[in-house]
C-alpha cells in the first residue's frame, strides 16, 4: 500500500483569493485520474464549529453525512469531488484547543506543561493525518484558513513546518497569492506575492507550487521574475485567472498543468498515470456558458442580503439550470419586507419560488405570504426544512381555517403555553428531542411527485432542525389535498409533503442541496426547474 500524500493549500496577500476553489480543482483534477482524494479545511476561528455561528458572519452552515456542521467550503468539495465529506474533513482551532484542554483535564500530558509547540502542533497534525491513517486515500488535500502573516493561522504553519520534515516527498505546499494590475502604470505587480512568499518563509516553510490569482494573464516573464524571486520552478508558477462561473477553474488548472506539476513533484510517472476524464465536467461548463435563455428563480429568506447564506441551494440551482439547457437569474426576496400588499410587484416575475431554511421568528410571516401567493397561482414552489414547516403553518391558517396555526418555534409570544398548544392541536409543528444533523432514512410513497422524481423508494437525505411535523394533524391535511409523500419509518416523522392540485409545490425537511454535485446534480432541483421552464 502507497503512502496517503498530503497536500496544502495555503493563501497569502489577501483573503476570499478561492483557496477552497483551488483546492477542490486540484482534488477534482487527481480525482478524474482515478486517484482516491479527499479535502480537509483548517478554519483558525475559535467556535468549535460554525453551527453557532450567524449566517451572516460565515455564510451558510455546510452538514455532512454523519451530521457535523461545518464550513461552507466542505460543499465546494462535495460539488467538485462527487466524495461525501465527514467530520474529519474540518477542524477548527477551537476544537483543536478543546480537544488539548480535555486531554490536560484527564491528566493525559502526565504533569507536563501544555505549550503550543508540541501540544497543540500535535494535535494539529494528528487532526491532519487521521484522513490518510487508514489507507483510504491516495490524496488528502487540506486547505488551511485566514492568510499568512495574521497570527490565527501561525499554529498552523507551523504544523506544516513540521510536516514538510516528517513526510518529506509525501508533502506538498501550494500558496495562492494574488497578483494586481495598477491601470495607471499599465502592468502587473509581482511585490506583493514576493512578500507573501517571504513571510511564508519566515515561518520555515518553503511553496512548492505559486497560484497567481489575476485579473489579466501572467506572461511568461513575470512568472520567470516570480519564480527567481520566490524560489520556485518556473514550471510551478501558474496562473488563475477571473473566470465567470467557478466550475471553469479545474479546466483552467488542467490547461496550466497543476496536476501533472504537483505528480512529478510527488514521485509520479506521468506516463504511466492515467489522463484525467473531465468529459463530462467539460460538458457541464459548456452547457453552464452557452445558455442564453432564463429561468428566473426567487429565494425567498432571511438571510439574502448574503447570497453566501444560501450557497448551496444557489449552486444547486445553477447546476439544475444548466442541465435544463437555461441560464440562472436569481431573485434574492427579503422575507422580512414581504407583505401581501407588495408580494405580487416582487414576485410577479418569478417562474419558480424557493423558501428558504433559516432558525427563529423573523421573517416568518413574510414566507407564509410568498407560499400562499405561490399555492393561490399554481406557481412551481420548492420549501426546504423551516421552507417545509412554514408551507405546513400557511396550509393550516388558510385552508384548514385554523388562523392561530403555529409552531412552538415561531409563536413563543403566544399566550398558550406549549402544553395547551398541544393539547388544543393548534401547534403544527412540535419540537423534537435534540436537533436532527446529518444523513437519515426516507421512504417515499409509490404514485406520488416525489417517487417519481426520484424513482425510487428508500432515499436518505441530510438534516439540520429541532422542529417535526405534528403527526396529529396528518389525517386532517390528507383530506385536504396536503400529501405526506415521504416518511421516516423508524420515528414515523414526516419529511416531504406535496399539493396533490398543484403543479408542483413540494416542502422537505431536509436538505437536498447538500448532495448536489455537479455530475450529479439533485433530481428535485432538476425537476423544480423544469417545472419552472414549463410554468
Not at 257 to 282: C, F, I, S
Not at 459 to 476: C, D, L, P, T, V
Not at 508 to 520: A, C, G, K, L, R
Request: hydrophobic fraction near 35%; include cysteine.
Amino acid at each position: 500500500m502507497k503512502d496517503t500524500k498530503y497536500i496544502f493549500v495555503t493563501g497569502g496577500v489577501t483573503s476570499s483569493l478561492g483557496k477552497g476553489i483551488i483546492a477542490a480543482s486540484l482534488g477534482k483534477l487527481l480525482h478524474a485520474r482515478g486517484f482516491r482524494v479527499t479535502n480537509q479545511k483548517l478554519d483558525p476561528y475559535i467556535n468549535v464549529d460554525p453551527g453557532t455561528l450567524n449566517p451572516y458572519e460565515h455564510g451558510e452552515c455546510y452538514v455532512t453525512v454523519d451530521g457535523h456542521e461545518a464550513d461552507l467550503d466542505l460543499g465546494h468539495y462535495e460539488r467538485f469531488l462527487g466524495v461525501e465529506t465527514h467530520k474529519a474533513n474540518n477542524v477548527t482551532t477551537g476544537r483543536i484547543y478543546q480537544n488539548v484542554i480535555n486531554k490536560e483535564r484527564r491528566g493525559d500530558y502526565l504533569g507536563k506543561t501544555v505549550q503550543i509547540i508540541p501540544h497543540i502542533t500535535d494535535e494539529i497534525k494528528r487532526n491532519i493525518k487521521q484522513l490518510g491513517s487508514k489507507g483510504e486515500f491516495d490524496f488528502v488535500i487540506t486547505e488551511i484558513g485566514g492568510t499568512v502573516g495574521d497570527i490565527e493561522s501561525l499554529p498552523y504553519i507551523e504544523s506544516v513546518r513540521q510536516l514538510k520534515w516528517e513526510l518529506g516527498k509525501n508533502c506538498l505546499i501550494i500558496h495562492l497569492t494574488y497578483v494586481p494590475y495598477l491601470a495607471a502604470a499599465k502592468e502587473l505587480k509581482t511585490k506583493p506575492t514576493q512578500h507573501s512568499v517571504k513571510a511564508l518563509q519566515e515561518q520555515g516553510v518553503q511553496a512548492d507550487i505559486l497560484v497567481l490569482r489575476t485579473e489579466h494573464n501572467i506572461s511568461a516573464d513575470i512568472r520567470k521574475k516570480v519564480a527567481l524571486f520566490c524560489n520556485v520552478e518556473q514550471s510551478a508558477v501558474m496562473q488563475s485567472i477571473d473566470v465567470p462561473s467557478i466550475y471553469r477553474v479545474p479546466l483552467n488548472m488542467q490547461q496550466e498543468k497543476l496536476d501533472e506539476v504537483v505528480l512529478t513533484k510527488m514521485g509520479y510517472d506521468l506516463a504511466k498515470t492515467p489522463r484525467a476524464d473531465m468529459d463530462k465536467w467539460t460538458a457541464f461548463v459548456e452547457k453552464l456558458e452557452n445558455a442564453t435563455e432564463e429561468v428566473c428563480i426567487a429565494i425567498v429568506g432571511k438571510y439574502v442580503q448574503l447570497p453566501d447564506a444560501y450557497k448551496s441551494i444557489i449552486e444547486s440551482l445553477i447546476h439544475a439550470s444548466a442541465y435544463n439547457n437555461k441560464k440562472l437569474k436569481l431573485e434574492l426576496i427579503l422575507s422580512d419586507k414581504l407583505t401581501d400588499e407588495n408580494v405580487e410587484k416582487k414576485l410577479q416575475k418569478a417562474d419558480g419560488i424557493i423558501v428558504a431554511p433559516g432558525f427563529g421568528q423573523r421573517g416568518m410571516e413574510g414566507k407564509f405570504v410568498a407560499l400562499k401567493y405561490a399555492r393561490e397561482n399554481n406557481l412551481p414552489c420548492l420549501g426546504i426544512c423551516m421552507g417545509m414547516q412554514t408551507m405546513c403553518i400557511e396550509f393550516a391558517r388558510n385552508v384548514l381555517g385554523y388562523a392561530d396555526a403555529n409552531s412552538t418555534e415561531i409563536d413563543s409570544s403566544t399566550t398558550h403555553n406549549v402544553v395547551d398548544i398541544m393539547e388544543e392541536q393548534k401547534n403544527i409543528l412540535d419540537l423534537g428531542g435534540s436537533m436532527r444533523l446529518g444523513a437519515y432514512k426516507c421512504k417515499l410513497k409509490k404514485g406520488t411527485k416525489v417517487f417519481d422524481i426520484y424513482k425510487k423508494e428508500n432515499i436518505s437525505e441530510r438534516h439540520r432542525h429541532r422542529y417535526e411535523f405534528n403527526n396529529a394533524f396528518k389525517e386532517e391535511f390528507e383530506k385536504a389535498g396536503m400529501c405526506c409523500s415521504g416518511i421516516n419509518e423508524q420515528s414515523d416523522l414526516v419529511e416531504i409533503i406535496e399539493l396533490t392540485s398543484h403543479k408542483w409545490y413540494i416542502g422537505v425537511q431536509f436538505h437536498p442541496e447538500y448532495s448536489s454535485t455537479v455530475v450529479n446534480p439533485h433530481p428535485l432541483f432538476i425537476s423544480f426547474v423544469k417545472a419552472a421552464i414549463e410554468k
